[in-house]
């Protein structure tokens, strides 16, 4: 039987002085009270309480088993309260953890904001390290990861928080020497810098769009800062992230392919761990997030021509 249910109802006879008035106050029977105490009694192989027709009384060993009882059902209450309430505010610490693009964007920005809007929240943000398993980061201890690719798996929640642009470039250096790319299969004649992730381009959208299997690899790196590096040098065309190359876009150090012919954005995806409510922290820093895309967009791109007039 469970010693926690004998305890309580041990301690509650000792508070009470009768099985009868313990029941009451319990919400059972005197007959079931009185078994969890003889329960307990061979279970500790000492007799508790004294039993006659009228009262009952507590032996000296009784008198020290109810204090012990009472001080850890007084305890487990207090944990499971403080419990409760750290579920339900916004502290304590956020374990977080991304691939390593992802983070050294628009996220790093994000998080480092949520930050110092909730101090009494400890951040610990890892990049890099991630599982095939999407459920693996609730293993390895971290209460929310980040994927830009779409999850069908019961065993964590998704939330989208933005959609990341983006844009298909190379410096004027590069297309005056080895020529303009004037439409996607293009591509195969052109040197190409690839993340190693991302080896398939989707050039397009909706049903025209078009999928090119990069093979004219000329520059490949896990770090996207590094494929923007070797695109603004003239080594080759990027389809690079937007945000972090917008300025290189607007001074002209890299110019956009295929303007009338986009590449799709990318979903952010937060995942985290199942469960009808979720921590407090988790929510609010969800929440944060998806504000904190929505009131930083990325500023619309042009041409060449555009910028020049």
């Not at 389809?239 to 001074?251: E, H, K």
């Not at 995806?269 to 904190?292: C, H, M, N």
């Amino acid at each position: 039987m469970d010693r926690l249910l004998l305890m309580h109802s041990f301690v509650t006879v000792a508070q009470v002085g009768s099985f009868s008035g313990a029941a009451k106050r319990l919400g059972s029977s005197g007959s079931l009270v009185s078994r969890h105490v003889a329960e307990l009694e061979r279970h500790i192989g000492v007799r508790l309480v004294n039993r006659t027709a009228r009262s009952v009384s507590l032996t000296e060993p009784g008198h020290r088993y109810a204090e012990f009882a009472a001080r850890i059902l007084d305890e487990i209450d207090a944990e499971d309260a403080g419990i409760a309430q750290l579920h339900d505010r916004a502290e304590g610490t956020l374990s977080i953890i991304c691939p390593k693009w992802i983070g050294s964007l628009d996220l790093g920005d994000a998080i480092a904001a949520f930050s110092v809007s909730h101090p009494k929240i400890q951040i610990r943000f890892e990049l890099g390290g991630m599982s095939d398993r999407t459920y693996d980061f609730l293993d390895s201890g971290f209460d929310i990861a980040f994927h830009t690719r779409d999850l069908r798996d019961s065993s964590v929640r998704l939330k989208k928080i933005a959609s990341l642009p983006f844009v298909l470039c190379a410096s004027k250096e590069y297309l005056n020497r080895e020529g303009p790319l004037t439409e996607p299969n293009g591509l195969a004649h052109h040197d190409c810098l690839v993340h190693v992730n991302d080896p398939v381009w989707r050039i397009g959208h909706g049903h025209t769009s078009t999928l090119h299997k990069i093979r004219n690899v000329a520059f490949s790196s896990n770090s996207y800062l590094a494929l923007q590096k070797a695109a603004v040098h003239g080594r080759g065309i990027a389809l690079l992230p937007q945000r972090p190359v917008y300025d290189d876009l607007m001074s002209g150090a890299l110019e956009v392919l295929l303007p009338g012919i986009p590449v799709p954005d990318r979903p952010l995806y937060a995942i985290f761990g199942p469960g009808q409510e979720s921590p407090r922290k988790v929510t609010v820093f969800l929440d944060f997030l998806t504000q904190w895309f929505s009131g930083n967009p990325i500023p619309a791109i042009g041409t060449g021509a555009d910028r020049a007039r």
